[in-house]
């Protein structure tokens, strides 16, 4: 079988995937502010399923079922085998009301939190600031818990022991390798942005190319891009333009290490330093679409991908997108995957299911019996599943630099036998 033919066939299986109604889906009104909520379950494979809780103004059912699928998939990588959830939550971030809507929305979804469905941090939802107080306040013990108990299923001492290490894990101080000095950063503030660095570095090390010396451009300045930067000029790349959501930095010869440092210390409510003379409110953002780059890391929203944004990046030199956000491909309707493609054919791109699974696989090397609660071990768990899994995925994709998004999909697809 010709590669393109095996591609054709790996998108009409991921649309049939897409199009498959979820097992569950919960709807919720907040009647004290008129917040809306979804939880979307693809399945209830393994005995649970698992996915984060976003805030947005705009977030639809549309846009929690297909995040719901990509978790599904997400997991056939990261571990463990279980199905695939998200809540979206229709609120404003900033309003000071957002404790007590998150607080209520998981009073309503208690049965499922406690028995089947682990969440965690997302878009506008910070897993230590967050989740973990609201759980405490509504009296659950961990965001986790319900896939401890659904797809797990240990004796009482087993599920202590399990809960003590993700309750010490996610929020463990940073070792020396990976902290920022005089910032305040747990493991689960950075170990997603981690990731995408990681997948990044691995894509270019199978190429034969150091990232020395490589320019980015980073979109979203919060845990996972602000970490993803940090990381990748770290490992040798230099930052050469940042963009928030309402701001954008550009630094033609690239922002280094000590630089992003600097940065991410002076960050306010998780965006750029305003007081940075290199930083100019930009809604648009042309500064940023139009500096010349290698890599494009999207690590804002979800949906900001459009065929014409991937022709702008294309004319500017970049040859790699990394996924840091979770579906960041803006299709018409569930099921279609016609920017997706097209980004396929002309990129080499690091899926979210691949780049965007540090903090799932931190959470299941949590769960395994021989974790240990600390750093280390945490980021290499993820480096190693990173590495192993963009190696099988190249070795099926149709060459070194296109093919890489059908090729990763197929793999996941065959994990979950979809």
């Keep these: 079988m010709s590669s393109s033919t095996s591609r054709t066939g790996t998108w009409q299986r991921y649309a049939a995937y897409l199009r498959k109604p979820p097992e569950l889906t919960l709807a919720w009104n907040d009647a004290a502010t008129g917040a809306r909520a979804w939880l979307v379950i693809n399945s209830l494979r393994g005995g649970a399923a698992g996915g984060g809780t976003r805030m947005t103004p705009g977030v639809s059912p549309r ?18 085998p279980i199905g695939g959830a998200k809540t979206g939550i229709a609120f404003d971030p900033h309003d000071p009301r957002k404790p007590a809507v998150l607080e209520r929305w998981y009073r309503a ?7 089947r469905y682990g969440t965690g941090g997302d878009l506008n939802i910070d897993e230590v600031l967050d989740v973990v107080p609201a759980f405490h306040r509504v009296g659950l013990q961990h965001p986790q818990e319900g896939v401890v108990r659904g797809h797990l299923a240990p004796d009482a001492a087993g599920y202590e022991a399990v809960l003590h290490r993700l309750q ?26 981690y990731g995408v660095a990681a997948a990044v570095r691995h894509l270019h090390r199978q190429r034969g190319s150091p990232l020395d010396g490589v320019r980015v451009l980073l979109e979203g300045f919060g845990n996972v891009g602000a970490a993803a930067g940090l990381f990748l000029t770290r490992f040798g ?10 701001n954008t930095l550009v630094d033609a010869t690239g922002v280094d290490d000590a630089g992003m440092e600097d940065l991410i210390r002076r960050r306010s409510g998780k965006l750029l330093p305003r007081e940075d003379p290199r930083v100019r409110q930009e809604i648009d953002g042309l500064r940023f679409w139009d500096e010349p780059a290698d890599v494009f890391v ?22 790699v997108i990394a996924c840091g956000a979770n579906q960041p491909f803006r299709e ?12 396929d054919r002309r990129f080499a791109v690091l899926p979210d299911i691949l780049a965007n699974c540090g903090m799932a696989r931190a959470f299941s090397y949590l769960m395994q019996p021989d974790a240990v609660a600390d750093a280390p071990p945490v980021f290499t768990a993820v480096d190693l599943t990173i590495q192993e899994t963009l190696d099988d995925a190249a070795g099926r994709a149709d060459d070194e630099r296109t093919g890489l ?12 036998g979809a």
């Design 63 to 80: 846009e929690v079922t297909y995040l719901a699928k990509a978790m599904e998939l997400k997991f056939s990588i990261s571990g463990p």
């Design 109 to 115: 979804a208690m049965p499922l939190l406690h028995d």
């Design 168 to 193: 010490h894990g996610a929020g463990a101080p940073l070792d020396a390798m990976h902290r920022i000095p005089g910032a305040d950063l747990a493991i689960a503030d950075v170990i997603t942005g």
């Design 237 to 246: 790349a230099r930052v050469v333009a940042i963009r928030d959501a309402l």
């Design 298 to 319: 999207c690590a804002a929203i979800s949906e900001s991908i459009t065929r014409q944004t991937l022709d702008h990046l294309e004319a500017t030199g970049v040859g």
């Design 332 to 343: 018409a309707r569930i099921g279609s995957s016609r920017v997706a493609q097209y980004a």
């Design 405 to 416: 998004l059908a090729a990763t999909l197929g793999l996941a697809l065959d994990r979950i």
